[in-house]
């Protein structure tokens, strides 16, 4: 009986360390962003693909509706529905589900994503955006963490387009009552300025930056028969699945097109979404 006992005792010590091992060889990714990274589950589509290949990384997201970076920090969800979320400011001694989220675990990645107007007004993008990502950056852990910057996409419009937010809603000190972004003439020229206001965030913050937007370019104009829009600003599959493939490639350093997975991407569209994410 003793014997049995001691037996006992091993296996279990032994099966405790090695799912210790496991865990502690985990690399844990965090999405932190808006429906433009969660449409159609890009960040499952992502764990999808490393499954095939890197199933050590895991992959778990803060994501919500509309939510800017500054809002994961500052507002409190009261609520919430299939399609949005209602929110009020956050009071002294509470924290938002965001914050909650990065304190759980010692995160090894951050992916940072924030709507696109919100980069391409140089107010907002001062004052909010960077400020923002200054913060989260304080709240994680883990000092080795890896932040990429989530690069993304035009918005489908006419031109000429120029966006534009009241300065109250920036910062109570800016003078003027409009801060607005440069005049957008071409979808090339919205590209450039949009993947340039994210280079300087990126500057800004010492981070990683993603190429999502200049792949979606290169689909709208070299294969404008793979739709990539669900409606004037989201991903539809195809525009998931290409994101998925970049962000795959940037955990790996693989070729997505050496991935077998395809979800339900048709498989000749899927190479070459695979292929543009190179």
């Given at each position: 009986?003793k014997?049995?006992?001691?037996?006992?005792?091993?296996?279990?010590?032994?099966?405790?360390?090695?799912?210790?091992?496991?865990?502690?060889d985990?690399?844990?990714?965090?999405?932190?962003?808006?429906?433009?990274?969660?449409?159609y589950?890009?960040?499952?589509?992502?764990?999808k693909m490393?499954?095939?290949?890197?199933?050590?990384?895991k992959?778990?997201?803060?994501?919500?509706?509309?939510?800017?970076?500054s809002?994961?920090?500052s507002e409190?969800?009261?609520?919430?529905?299939?399609?949005?979320?209602?929110?009020?400011?956050k009071?002294?001694g509470?924290?938002?589900?965001?914050?909650?989220?990065?304190?759980?675990?010692?995160?090894?990645?951050?992916?940072?994503?924030?709507g696109t107007?919100?980069?391409l007004i140089?107010?907002?993008?001062?004052?909010?955006?960077?400020?923002?990502?200054?913060e989260?950056?304080?709240?994680v852990?883990?000092?080795?963490?890896?932040?990429?910057?989530?690069?993304?996409?035009?918005?489908?419009?006419?031109?000429?387009?120029?966006?534009?937010?009241?300065?109250?809603?920036?910062?109570?000190?800016?003078?003027?009552?409009?801060c607005c972004s440069?005049?957008?003439?071409?979808?090339?020229?919205?590209?450039?300025i949009?993947?340039?206001?994210y280079?300087?965030?990126?500057?800004?913050?010492?981070?990683?930056?993603?190429?999502?937007?200049?792949?979606?370019?290169?689909?709208?104009?070299?294969?404008?028969?793979?739709?990539l829009?669900?409606?004037?600003?989201?991903?539809?599959?195809?525009?998931?699945?290409?994101?998925?493939?970049?962000?795959?490639?940037?955990?790996?350093?693989?070729?997505?097109?050496?991935?077998?997975?395809?979800?339900?991407?048709?498989?000749?569209?899927?190479?070459?979404?695979?292929k543009?994410?190179?």
């Amino acid at each position: 009986m003793k014997n049995l006992l001691l037996i006992f005792i091993i296996l279990t010590t032994i099966s405790c360390k090695s799912q210790n091992t496991e865990k502690a060889d985990e690399i844990n990714v965090l999405f932190i962003g808006n429906s433009l990274t969660y449409f159609y589950e890009m960040p499952q589509t992502v764990q999808k693909m490393l499954n095939e290949t890197n199933p050590k990384i895991k992959i778990d997201q803060s994501t919500f509706p509309g939510q800017s970076l500054s809002g994961h920090l500052s507002e409190i969800i009261t609520s919430r529905t299939e399609n949005g979320i209602s929110t009020r400011k956050k009071e002294e001694g509470e924290k938002t589900e965001t914050e909650i989220k990065i304190a759980e675990k010692k995160w090894d990645i951050v992916i940072l994503q924030t709507g696109t107007v919100s980069v391409l007004i140089p107010e907002n993008r001062e004052f909010k955006t960077n400020k923002a990502i200054s913060e989260i950056k304080k709240l994680v852990s883990n000092p080795n963490c890896k932040f990429i910057l989530f690069n993304t996409w035009p918005s489908k419009t006419e031109y000429p387009e120029q966006y534009c937010y009241p300065s109250r809603m920036i910062d109570k000190s800016i003078e003027k009552d409009r801060c607005c972004s440069p005049t957008l003439e071409n979808l090339q020229q919205e590209t450039e300025i949009i993947n340039e206001s994210y280079d300087l965030v990126a500057q800004k913050n010492n981070l990683l930056k993603s190429d999502n937007g200049t792949k979606f370019y290169e689909v709208l104009t070299k294969h404008p028969e793979i739709e990539l829009y669900e409606d004037e600003s989201h991903p539809n599959k195809y525009g998931a699945f290409l994101n998925a493939c970049v962000f795959y490639q940037m955990l790996t350093n693989k070729k997505a097109s050496d991935l077998i997975y395809n979800g339900e991407i048709e498989p000749k569209t899927a190479e070459i979404l695979k292929k543009i994410a190179e």
